[in-house]
């Protein structure tokens, strides 16, 4: 069983950054893929960024690509998703997720019937 703790959400003004982070605990961490996820009111669930296990597999959605990066530090089970140049669409709750995988595993996937673990979410605002 994994836990997930998301923080760093808040409001900020267009063209802002906010820096999201996400610490797991419970089962070993490493052979987790980390996935960020987004949710607007009255929209379905979506896929932002996610990050395999080794340093350097990462995916993003396109609508985020150039503008955030997400990255994890297993030391500390903790993986962060660092938001820059954030536009009023990107306004949603913020969802860290895990999904069971190998350490070789390097393929992120971007459905959520992919992932085992979710957190609560943090709530992102973007006022324009």
């Known amino acids: 069983q994994v836990q997930l703790v998301e923080s760093g959400g808040g409001l900020v003004h267009t063209g802002g950054s906010l820096r999201l982070s996400c610490v797991a605990s419970?089962?070993?961490?490493?052979?987790?893929?980390m996935g960020w996820f987004r949710q607007a009111p009255g929209k379905a669930r979506e896929f932002v960024a996610g990050a395999a296990w080794t340093a350097g597999y990462t995916e993003y959605a396109d609508s985020v690509k150039g503008r955030f990066t997400v990255s994890r530090n297993n030391a500390e089970n903790t993986v962060y998703l660092q938001m820059n140049n954030l536009k009023p669409e990107d306004t949603a709750t913020y969802l860290c997720?895990?999904?069971?995988?190998?350490?070789?595993?390097?393929?992120?996937?971007?459905?959520?019937?992919?992932?085992?673990?979710w957190g609560q979410g943090t709530q992102v605002t973007v006022s324009s």
């Open positions: 419970g089962r070993s961490f490493g052979a987790n893929i």
């Open positions: 997720a895990a999904a069971r995988s190998s350490f070789y595993d390097v393929n992120v996937p971007t459905g959520t019937n992919s992932y085992d673990y």
